[in-house]
């Protein structure tokens, strides 16, 4: 009999990919704010609901009764937090608890879906063990959630990944599916150069979650390329791969945005533990922009 895997924001760009990962070997269903995107054909159980409605989410997994849930669904507008702290607060530090304590109570695994922004941004790049010290609404609330379901339950992994990117459906758009766009109308861009990350490929980050799965590596986990680059040079690299003309792409500093809420802006995740524990190779940003070309057309 298979495994049944509950995710959480199962629409989103980390959800569509986690269906590829286990669709295979495991019952799935989700949970997500908006109507099911998946066909009856992909026999895919998506509930809609909302997920700060805390009595009809504890009936509704008690209903299901899975073997592990992941938790990918999040507040993730950055700037907006800093107004509508409260719902960031409620979605990102609330649901997690929430979800946790019914994960214990069902006695199965969870896996949560954390971010860089927990970080200050100041001196990259960070190791699992390095301080948090989350800057703005949108990182204070992330951090909340990583505190609350570590503190709740034992059979819990937490990983960060940074400027998630790779192929979807009915998604707002990536960086790179942005980018992508405006290049092959041949718009000019600006890109700041001067915040840095190691992008995370959503498709090999749904691999890492299988891993922690299996091995029952309840932990703290980085997740991102070998490459730890600006988001300009991010931008050149993305547009030599598809073919795109990168003289359309300027470099501009993070001050010219005049964004609301503080961006880390020396980054990146150090991800050699998930290299010596769990086995996954790290890959350049070329490597992974190859299979997502490979993903986009090919698949």
């Not at 505190?147 to 459906?169: C, E, F, H, S």
Request: one cysteine or more; proline letters at 4%.
């Amino acid at each position: 009999m298979k495994k049944r895997l509950l995710i959480t924001g199962i629409n989103g760009l980390l959800g569509q990919n986690l269906v590829k990962e286990f669709s295979d070997d495991h019952e799935l269903f989700g949970v997500d704010l908006n109507q099911s995107i998946y066909t009856p054909q992909q026999e895919i159980n998506v509930a809609q609901l909302d997920l700060n409605d805390t009595a009809e989410l504890t009936r509704h997994i008690d209903q299901i009764a899975p073997d592990a849930l992941v938790h990918t669904a999040a507040y993730t507008n950055v700037d907006r937090a800093e107004d509508e702290h409260e719902l960031a607060f409620a979605v990102n530090g609330k649901v997690p608890k929430v979800l946790a304590k019914i994960c214990k109570n069902l006695d199965i695994p969870m896996i949560h879906i954390s971010t860089d922004y927990v970080f200050n941004g100041n001196a990259g790049p960070y190791p699992e063990s390095a301080s948090c010290d989350p800057r703005g609404k949108y990182a204070e609330s992330k951090y909340a959630g990583e505190q609350a379901v570590l503190d709740t339950w034992k059979k819990m992994a937490v990983i960060r990944p940074n400027v998630m990117y790779g192929q979807g459906i009915e998604l707002k758009s990536s960086f790179v599916d942005w980018l992508i766009n405006k290049l092959r109308q041949n718009n000019s861009v600006r890109i700041v150069d001067d915040q840095y990350n190691n992008p995370t490929y959503a498709r090999r980050l749904a691999k890492v979650i299988r891993a922690i799965f299996e091995q029952e590596a309840w932990d703290i986990w980085h997740f991102g390329s070998k490459d730890i680059v600006s988001r300009y040079t991010f931008a050149l690299k993305i547009a030599d791969s598809f073919g795109l003309p990168s003289h359309l792409i300027n470099a501009i500093s993070t001050t010219e945005l005049n964004q609301r809420a503080p961006r880390p802006m020396r980054s990146g995740l150090i991800c050699e533990k998930v290299e010596q524990e769990l086995g996954i190779s790290i890959l350049s940003i070329n490597e992974e922009l190859a299979l997502l070309k490979e993903e986009m057309y090919v698949l």
